[in-house]
């Protein structure tokens, strides 16, 4: 297993919030986390991370635990995470700083063009829509070349047309870089386009209530009877009847 | 789009247009009220003769560059000594408590309330005054370069810790770019604070700069003229100083600090 969460619970003071997660994720595996708000699934990621340590439990990635962030597995968030103050350019060099300028130089090249933002290398964030900050983080994480990327709700802030666009553009980076990714929303949809595995949390204090094999090769027909009957079991796992 | 320009045209000369205006406007009152009651203080004219003066003997070159000489090193020196300071109880939680109530009660006090001590310590001249003036800036800058650390969004500081940067580059690309539109603010009080500051010490202690030229020609013969001219004078070069302090608030990296233009 890449990564492997045995018995992980945790507490913020009184409240519980997860209990008791055992699960695996593959190496090169595409894992969905998705959960009602306040689940605890943002938690349970930022515990893969190394920025929170759990009341119990552990996370062991390759076998080694996990005690701190590594730069050898980068957290992506919203939008927000790009540092303003930085051209595109420099937030994709910045894990970069041990780099020889040149290397560096054809390394960012290389990761504006994967995320097609060639000729907006000199732009400020503050010029660019939503989905291009996202882009730029999502290009900065995989610059430094980690084995894992933890996404939390990346796509939460954008408009839905850009969603759905940012959503086949990572699964063509994810296909070209092989990397493993543990992606957390709270979209079913989303997760039942992009996933190879949703694991479906409960309400707090979380726990996993199922684990759902997405047995649909890509690219996904998204009014297959495959597709939508995946979708209403996760639904209805949540318990949510698919209606308005 | 041409209506659109014909709208937005008259406001582009509109707004250099009407601070000229409010100042000519002024002026012409100030003259009118100085006619209708003589011996009220100096008119315009006057004052500007005065200040041709003061330029003629030499003395108008010589008492601005005193006065910008001492703003200069106190501020500089509490700029030095400040923003180490700011950032490193920005970062210490620990040192933050137990510095902060020291400060939040030093900084009520006038600057000007040190004059006493300033003379002990340093006698009377420059260094008294360079010294009130780097006391004036030193704590404004320490506050706000310590809240800006406060007010940076954790998401950068995770984002810095997750690649794994030295210490050294954590320093100088996340936190100085994260909280430099904060300094920049700051640092544009503390000059305006630094040049209300000079005039008063040099009131007292010295025998150049524009705050002697007012306490001067008052003493040596009610010349009420250089007074308002000495006035007039510190006014144009704080605003000035202001405007160039402005400047800084346009460089690329820190625009992102500021509400969208």
């Known amino acids: 297993m890449k990564v492997q969460f045995t018995d992980v619970s945790m507490r913020f003071g009184a409240m519980e919030v997860l209990q008791h997660i055992t699960l695996g994720v593959e190496e090169g595996e595409f894992c969905c986390i998705v959960g009602p708000s306040g689940c605890g699934k943002s938690t349970l990621l930022n515990i893969a991370g190394g920025f929170l340590a759990p009341a119990s439990g552990s996370v062991t990635i390759d076998g080694e635990p996990v005690t701190a962030p590594d730069r050898r597995r980068i957290f992506v968030f919203q939008e927000r995470g790009v540092f303003p103050w930085l051209t595109v350019e420099g937030n994709i060099g910045f894990g970069l700083f041990d780099m020889p300028d040149d290397e560096r130089r054809q390394r960012v090249t290389q990761y504006i063009e994967l995320v097609g933002l060639k000729g907006f290398e000199k732009s400020y964030p503050r010029e660019l829509s939503g989905g291009m900050k996202q882009r730029v983080e999502v290009a900065r994480a995989l610059a430094v070349n980690p084995d894992v990327l933890f996404l939390d709700e990346p796509f939460g802030a954008l408009d839905s047309i850009t969603r759905l666009q940012m959503r086949s553009e990572l699964l063509r980076i994810w296909r070209a870089e092989k990397k493993t990714v543990l992606f957390v929303t709270h979209d079913i949809e989303e997760s039942v386009q992009l996933a190879d595995r949703v694991v479906v949390m409960s309400a707090r204090p979380g726990h996993i209530r199922r684990v759902v094999e997405i047995d649909i090769a890509h690219p996904r027909d998204l009014s297959s009877r495959r597709y939508i009957e995946l979708r209403d079991l996760i639904f209805g796992e949540i318990g949510l009847a698919h209606q308005v | 789009m041409t209506a659109l320009l014909l709208l937005s045209r008259p406001n582009v000369s509109r707004s250099r247009l009407l601070p000229l205006t409010g100042i000519l406007v002024a002026l012409v009152a100030w003259q009118i009220a100085v006619s209708m009651r003589p011996g009220l203080i ?143 603010v700051a640092m544009r009080i503390a000059l305006g604070v630094a040049w209300l500051v000079v005039v008063a010490a040099e009131m007292i202690a010295v025998n150049s700069g524009l705050g002697f030229l007012i306490v001067d020609a008052r003493n040596a013969g009610d010349r009420y003229d250089l007074v308002i001219a000495g006035m007039v004078l510190i006014g144009v070069i704080g605003v000035v100083l202001d405007l160039l302090m402005r400047r800084l608030e346009r460089l690329d990296s820190v625009r992102w600090g500021y509400a969208a233009e």
């Open chain 2, 42 to 184: 100096p008119g315009p004219i006057v004052v500007g003769r005065a200040i041709g003066e003061l330029a003629v003997r030499g003395l108008l070159l010589k008492y601005v560059v005193a006065s910008l000489f001492r703003v200069t090193w106190g501020y500089l020196a509490a700029l030095v000594i400040a923003i180490p300071l700011g950032l490193a109880l920005g970062m210490m939680k620990l040192g933050e408590m137990a510095i902060n109530p020291i400060l939040q009660v030093l900084r009520p006090i006038s600057p000007l309330a040190w004059i006493p001590i300033a003379i002990l310590w340093f006698g009377v001249g420059d260094i008294s005054a360079i010294f009130l003036i780097f006391l004036a800036s030193l704590l404004p800058l320490t506050v706000a370069t310590m809240n800006a650390v406060h007010n940076i969004d954790p998401v950068h500081l995770a984002a810095a810790r997750n690649f794994d940067i030295p210490l050294r580059a954590r320093m100088t690309d996340v936190l100085i770019p994260a909280i430099l539109p904060q300094l920049i």
